[in-house]
């Protein structure tokens, strides 16, 4: 057994067919499927069902997969051990980021992080929340940078910052208008109910705290559209076509004075944290990643609070 016959078991699994794995791991599919069948005459079992339309793997597969994985978790987490015994500048951290965070938080970091250690390697993987915190589990993956919650309780985080989430109206909409509402009068979100709503895809994080918001709200939106990005459910809601709800960073992007459409929800943040697999080793490169976006964030955080900018606000 070598580490390559686990790599394309794993591959295959993933793919679910062999063509697709080949194609992933750069070489020929008659190599790999010749590679697989010589593997399980020696084993003496089937390690794949090729009687479906896609390739399945078989109990004797499974057991086989599962302790693949294992094997090349231990390996790597030897040689990340062994890197910092010897005391080596050199390596890799990849790092999962939802798009949108990544927007906000990547060029606050990476340049002094590049700066600071030019011979690490940075590598990102850039997915929506649900497809990172798997990746995560699987190894493919170091450290992810996500939104609270993780219920993955072989998931373990450290906090960076709270963030604040604000609803966006059209900005012809009569609420962003002051004559319309008495000043010690509350708006809340249920107002809204027959209005039309610009949500993100479900699996999204953004979309779990619209969801929560709804149910505390106690009705059931018109969802006009749904979309993978926060910043076109932002211009499409501020331009007229309905409402939607943004973390703070988008806000923070835009650095405009003109925020009369935007409405603090009141009572509700975002916790952005630094998540990685339970028994994962942490290099002492990756510590100071870690240590760094803390910092840095947590400052620029400071910053977007003391800006002395104050927002109306919405309750649910």
Same mark, same amino acid.
């Given at each position: ?63 086989? /997969? +599962?302790?693949? !994985?294992? &094997? *090349?978790?231990?390996?790597? $987490? ?5 890197? #910092? ?106 107002? /809204? +109910?027959?209005? !039309?709503? &610009? *949500?993100?895809?479900?699996? $999204? ?5 619209? #969801? ?105």
């Amino acid at each position: 057994m070598n580490f390559h016959q686990l790599e394309y078991v794993i591959a295959i699994s993933e793919e679910k067919s062999i063509s697709k794995a080949a194609k992933k791991l750069y070489i020929s599919q008659p190599s790999l499927s010749q590679y697989i069948i010589r593997l399980e005459n020696n084993l003496g079992v089937k390690l794949f069902d090729r009687t479906t339309s896609s390739i399945k793997l078989t109990f004797a597969g499974e057991k086989y /997969l +599962k302790t693949a !994985k294992s &094997i *090349l978790n231990l390996n790597s $987490q030897l040689r990340k051990e062994l890197s #910092d015994i010897a005391g080596s500048k050199k390596g890799r951290i990849i790092i999962g980021i939802p798009i949108q965070i990544g927007r906000y938080i990547l060029p606050l970091v990476l340049p002094e992080f590049n700066n600071k250690f030019p011979e690490i390697k940075l590598s990102i993987q850039e997915d929506v929340t649900l497809k990172l915190e798997q990746m995560l589990l699987d190894g493919k993956i170091d450290i992810a940078i996500l939104n609270l919650p993780i219920k993955n309780e072989k998931i373990l985080y450290k906090p960076v910052c709270n963030e604040r989430i604000f609803l966006v109206a059209p900005r012809n909409h009569p609420i962003c208008s002051h004559k319309n509402y008495k000043r010690d009068q509350k708006l809340y979100i249920n107002s /809204l +109910k027959n209005e !039309k709503f &610009i *949500l993100l895809k479900q699996g $999204q994080r953004m979309r779990l705290i619209a #969801d929560n918001i709804f149910q505390q709200s106690h009705f059931k939106p018109n969802i006009l559209l749904e979309l993978t990005n926060v910043d076109t459910a932002h211009r499409i809601a501020a331009e007229g076509m309905g409402f939607a709800f943004i973390p703070e960073n988008v806000i923070w992007l835009l650095n405009t004075d003109k925020y009369n459409n935007y409405f603090l929800i009141d009572n509700i943040n975002s916790t952005i944290v630094i998540a990685y697999r339970q028994g994962e080793y942490i290099t002492k490169a990756t510590c100071e990643f870690i240590n760094m976006v803390k910092r840095i964030v947590q400052l620029n955080c400071k910053l977007k609070v003391n800006n002395d900018r104050v927002y109306n606000k919405i309750y649910i």
